[in-house]
Every structure is written in structure tokens, then in C-alpha cells.
T-cell receptor, first 112, second 113 residues
């Protein structure tokens, strides 16, 4: 298996622009997670899905953030409009029912 | 809210030494605990997963233990090598959070030749 795939790997955009991050989980995994990593706050959970259904989005910082999982092999995290404080590394992870999480390589987002 | 603390924040050891990384958590109602490795600019690599019913897990030179009652886990690395240099992250899954992980800030390890 190729592991969790994320795209793009790097994204540089200007404040106010829409940003879409993409994730392909490992086939057969029931859970998908979106995390954000910053130097100040470390790794934080944004939202997670179980069988394509959003379960907990309490970590999503604002209404500017939204996430979807239209099918078992694809998820998106969208920021609209983006702000400089959104600059971070965004990770997607997937997990089978035993709870072990496997992370993608991350998307490094820079908002100017 | 689950608080996860890792001590020390940074550690430098000469090659060949055995070392212990510590992780503590405040809520003992955990589902599992997972140790990760993160290289600079890279994603997280899963090292060991300990379910709440287990006391320890081993993989090669790595051994992780779990004591739920005291809210502690340790990661033991035997015969350290320069290739072990990385940041090690401890993460705890809570019973009521659907396996979502709460992360510590990590221990940055440097193994010198």
C-alpha cells in the first residue's frame, strides 16, 4: 500500500485566497483525521470522520475551515478565506478499527 | 481535557547508550497510546501502539511500557544510533473521542557519533 497520500506538499498563497488540501487514506481504514502542527501549539486535531461521516469537528478553529469526505478514498480540508495565522503543516491520518494511526507526509501551508 | 507531557524536551546522548523517554497523561480513561517518530520536515512514523489492556510493546530496539493507573508511559531505546536522531512524540487516544489522539510536544533526540 502507498500509505496516506496528501497533496499538495507545499502551498503558498496570499491572504484572502481559498486553499484546498487533499487526502487519500489507506484503503480499508474506517477512520480519517485532520491535524494541524505549529511550533507554538504542537499537533492538534481539527476533525475526524468515521465511515465518511464527520464525528467531531470541535477542533476546527473557525467557520473559515471546512472538511468533507465524499467517499472512502478521498477527503478535503478547505480554508476560505485564508489568513496568515493559518500557516502550519496540515496532516491527514487514517486508522483501522484497532486505533493505530498512520500519517501522511503533510502539507506545508504558508499564507502571506 | 487530556494533557500529555513529555520529558525531557530535548536530549543528547553518545552513540551506543540506552535511553528512556517519558510521557505522562492526566486522564487514565484511555483507549490506547501510540509512540511516533518525526524527522525534520517529514510526517509522523508510527513506532509502537499499546492498547489500554496491554502493559508493553516491543519492536526491535524499542520497548514501550504503559501504566494507566499512574498516567505514564516510557519509550526505551537500546543501543542508540545516530539514525535514531529525531523528535519522538507520545499520543494518547481517549475512550470517548473515537480514537482521536492527544499529542505531547515531543522529545528532540540527538545521538552523536
Amino acid at each position: 500500500d502507498a500509505g496516506v497520500i496528501q497533496s499538495p506538499r507545499h502551498e503558498v498563497t496570499e491572504m484572502g485566497q481559498e486553499v484546498t488540501l487533499r487526502c487519500k487514506p489507506i484503503s480499508g481504514h474506517d477512520y480519517l483525521f485532520w491535524y494541524r502542527q505549529t511550533m507554538m501549539r504542537g499537533l492538534e486535531l481539527l476533525i475526524y470522520f468515521n465511515n465518511n461521516v464527520p464525528i467531531d469537528d470541535s477542533g476546527m478553529p473557525e467557520d473559515r475551515f471546512s472538511a468533507k469526505m465524499p467517499n472512502a478514498s478521498f477527503s478535503t480540508l478547505k480554508i476560505q478565506p485564508s489568513e496568515p495565522r493559518d500557516s502550519a503543516v496540515y496532516f491527514c491520518a487514517s486508522s483501522p478499527s484497532n486505533g493505530e494511526q498512520f500519517f501522511g507526509p503533510g502539507t506545508r501551508l504558508t499564507v502571506l | 481535557k487530556q494533557e500529555v507531557t513529555q520529558i525531557p524536551a530535548a536530549l543528547s546522548v553518545p552513540e551506543g547508550e540506552n535511553l528512556v523517554l517519558n510521557c505522562s497523561f492526566t486522564d487514565s480513561a484511555i483507549y490506547n497510546l501510540q509512540w511516533f517518530r518525526q524527522d525534520p520536515g517529514k510526517g509522523l512514523t508510527s513506532l509502537l501502539l499499546i492498547q489500554s489492556s496491554q502493559r508493553e510493546q516491543t519492536s526491535g530496539r524499542l520497548n514501550a511500557s504503559l501504566d494507566k493507573s499512574s498516567g505514564r508511559s516510557t519509550l526505551y531505546i537500546a543501543a542508540s544510533q545516530p539514525g535514531d536522531s529525531a523528535t519522538y512524540l507520545c499520543a494518547v487516544g481517549l475512550l470517548d473521542s473515537g480514537y482521536a489522539l492527544n499529542f505531547g510536544k515531543g522529545t528532540s533526540l540527538l545521538v552523536t557519533p
